[in-house]
């Protein structure tokens, strides 16, 4: 399991590398995608100074949470397609949901988040590439989205999360463009604000260029 260890540091190398150039950003986040990954893994990860975990099915994520609950420096993400039915357990065990991509996953999430917790930290998922059958809302309907996601009290709006598609390995820049430009509005607009949730294995240096300050690695640390 030395390996994570190794590309964590290699991670953050290149990260600190891409920033070099950027005087506009200075810091990226990064969240372990540890979707299937074990919590040995989990804790190599972070004894190698990661501290924020996303995970994509809630039943496995809430798994991992119990068994990690004395590392209580650990930020859960919820990162992956959100079910009505499965608001509930998201609000009462996550730190951030990344993926509200409509109205009522909205109002489910602020009604179970307890107000003994503080509020639950959100990402509405814009479907960015405009791909029938993803996730995300549309960028068409984002803006009547975030009036009402700022509007819920145990929720706190923090930005966005995309997921351009890649055609054949091939980045389409004008994705990463459009991301950008609707989290600078947002941005503008919200000062709660500050997240730009952008960026996987392959794609690290694309989304760096375009402003991203959270990237959610999982094969990059990971893989042996
Ligand atoms: C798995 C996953 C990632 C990480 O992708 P890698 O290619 O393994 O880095 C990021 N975001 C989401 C939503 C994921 O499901």
């Not at 975990?53 to 930020?75: P, S």
């Not at 919820?78 to 730190?95: E, H, P, W, Y």
């Not at 991509?101 to 003994?116: F, G, W």
């Amino acid at each position: 399991m030395n390996n994570i260890k190794n590309n964590i540091n290699v991670l953050k190398e290149k990260i600190q590398h891409l920033l070099k150039n950027k005087t506009e950003l200075k810091k990226v986040k990064i969240v372990a995608a540890s979707k299937n990954q074990s919590v040995e893994k989990i804790q190599i990860a972070l004894l190698s100074g990661i501290y924020n975990f996303g995970e994509n099915y809630v039943q496995e994520g809430i798994d991992k949470i119990k068994k990690l609950k004395k590392n209580n420096q650990i930020i859960w993400h919820f990162i992956g397609k959100i079910q009505s039915r499965k608001t509930k357990l998201v609000a009462q065990n996550f730190d951030w949901c990344q993926t509200i991509d409509r109205e009522k996953i909205a109002i489910l999430l602020n009604k179970y988040r307890t107000s003994k917790k503080p509020p639950i930290n959100v990402l509405i998922q814009v479907n960015i590439s405009e791909e029938p059958n993803k996730n995300g809302v549309s960028i068409k309907n984002y803006q009547q989205l975030a009036i009402i996601v700022s509007k819920m009290t145990n929720l706190k709006f923090r930005g966005i999360m995309a997921l351009p598609k890649q055609t054949q390995g091939k980045i389409q820049y004008r994705d990463y463009q459009d991301v950008k430009n609707i989290f600078n509005v947002l941005k503008n607009q919200y000062e709660s604000v500050d997240t730009l949730s952008l960026g996987t294995s392959f794609d690290i240096k694309t989304a760096i260029t375009y402003n991203s300050n959270m990237i959610r690695i999982g094969k990059s640390i990971f893989h042996n």
